[in-house]
């Protein structure tokens, strides 16, 4: 599975967007780019995934680059519940489905 | 939809003795995952299971470690002789198949004294 790189922290305003990126500069064109979050002292929570083209559900967007190297997760207004960890994982279709989790990006929200 | 439940929540167990997690996975979801975490660490990989077949184990998962799907629907993950290493958060997690999203479960805090 190709290796993501995500920054180990960042802040953001409450009501702002926030911008998560992800750089998979190895992923091949059958790895599927997936973002699950894990709020303090819970499982992880599934938010969005995506293959080549931008997505958009009820929870954030995610964008990836034509290139598919990199992406970003979006979460338009950002709310103090949305405070976690935050991990971009790149999976191989039909290899199990397993997921390797990274560091992730543990995002504030401020208020 | 009850979601994926597990227990016990908690346990502490002392060195050596052996411990038996439960998970109850969303009905009628086929994939059922077992997760390590420790603290500070992102979730580790330990195995899978595809209804009632164990597909795949990781290299984490030492011989004293066995997990079961008897039925395709509850697992259970045993540790034997437990060491201070095993100390960690055990998910569980379950989907429909294998490129859907993985609902997880609060997870199970072990121990080891």
């Known amino acids: 599975d190709a290796k993501t790189t995500q920054p180990t922290s960042m802040d953001c305003a409450e009501g702002r967007a926030a911008n998560l990126p992800c750089n998979h500069s190895?992923?091949?064109?059958?790895?599927?780019v997936y973002w699950y979050r894990q709020i303090h002292s819970q499982g992880p929570q599934y938010i969005i995934h995506?293959?080549?083209n931008n997505e958009t559900n009820e929870m954030a967007s995610l964008i990836i680059t034509e290139d598919r190297k990199s992406s970003t997760l979006i979460l338009p207004h950002a709310t103090l519940r949305d405070t976690a960890v935050y991990y971009c994982i790149v999976m191989i279709y039909n290899q199990g489905g397993k997921l390797i989790f990274g560091q992730g990006t543990e995002l504030s929200v401020k208020p | 939809d009850t979601g994926v439940s597990q227990n016990p929540r908690h346990k502490i167990t002392k060195r050596g003795q052996n411990v038996t997690f439960r998970c109850d996975p969303i009905s009628e979801h086929n994939r059922l995952y077992w997760y390590r975490q420790t603290l500070g660490q992102g979730p580790e990989f330990l195995t899978y299971?595809?209804?009632?077949?164990?597909?795949?184990k990781s290299r984490l998962l030492s011989d004293r470690f066995s997990a079961e799907r008897p039925k395709g629907s509850f697992s259970t993950l045993e540790i034997q002789r437990t060491e201070q290493g095993d100390s960690a958060m055990y998910l569980c997690?379950?989907?429909?198949?294998?490129?859907?999203?993985?609902?997880f479960g609060p997870g199970t805090r072990l121990t080891v004294t």
């Open positions: 190895t992923i091949s064109g059958n790895e599927y």
């Open positions: 997690a379950s989907s429909r198949g294998h490129m859907d999203e993985q609902y």
């Open positions: 995506g293959l080549k």
């Open positions: 299971f595809q209804n009632e077949a164990q597909l795949e």
